[in-house]
């Protein structure tokens, strides 16, 4: 939609790689890999419970580096993360991470960054990720403030990846994030500049209020994209 001719990786598992067969994708070049049969209908607390959570997050380091040793950079999103409008990088840099702005105490325990949104162009920082993931404070985003400082970095702003946790725990208040939101004509924004994307579980009842916020303001913008996207989420999630 914002990227045609794009090349996507997923890793997925089998059933899901049947499902999407199913979808009439033309404006992007899709390849699956069954990388996550073994976790296939596991939730989080089961993950975490079984000692899996940690395997589970390492796999997106490996479809990373498949990535990389087919194309000289690569955008890693979660599955939970959509789109607004495009996406663009700095060139210059080897890695962009996206800061989670949350407040000072969550930074704390689980670090500044958020794991689940980050571009490379080094295939060896992701080996260097996936080898000191067990050392890594909070699963696989804390290590990521040691680990930056060995590779010309820079950040996403705060238009990226925007998820429930800058509502639910904000640097300053609820009522600065919520001053921050604004519709004009067609474009939602945050802080004056175009939302570029939203990570968010649209099922999860403590994301409720932000998901409802977010919904009003793609109806009040009239963004056809963005309201196609939640509604087939909506419609997968039934």
Request: with cysteine; charged share 20%; proline share 3%.
């Amino acid at each position: 939609m914002y990227h045609p001719g794009s090349h996507v990786f997923l890793a997925t598992d089998s059933a899901s790689i049947v499902r999407l067969q199913a979808f009439n994708i033309s404006n992007i070049i899709v390849y699956t890999y069954p990388l996550m049969n073994e976790y296939s209908g596991l939730g989080r607390s089961r993950l975490e419970s079984e000692n899996l959570f940690l395997k589970l997050l390492s796999v997106k380091m490996d479809i990373l580096r498949i990535s990389l040793s087919k194309f000289s950079d690569s955008l890693y999103l979660d599955s939970d993360v959509f789109l607004l409008n495009p996406v663009c990088v700095d060139p210059t840099s080897e890695l962009m991470l996206s800061y989670s702005y949350i407040s000072q105490k969550l930074q704390n325990d689980v670090g500044i960054f958020n794991a689940g949104y980050l571009w490379t162009s080094s295939i060896q920082f992701v080996e260097e990720w996936k080898d000191q993931l067990m050392n890594s404070k909070y699963y696989d985003q804390h290590i990521l403030q040691e680990l930056c400082i060995n590779y010309k970095h820079s950040f996403f702003d705060a238009a990226h990846n925007i998820m429930p946790w800058r509502l639910l725990t904000p640097i300053k208040s609820k009522e600065d994030f919520l001053g921050s939101l604004s519709v004009e004509n067609t474009f939602v924004l945050i802080n004056g500049k175009k939302m570029i994307s939203i990570h968010t579980h649209l099922n999860r009842p403590d994301f409720s209020e932000f998901n409802k916020i977010i919904l009003k303001m793609l109806f009040n913008a009239c963004h056809t994209n963005g309201l196609t996207i939640v509604d087939h989420i909506n419609f997968r999630n039934r």
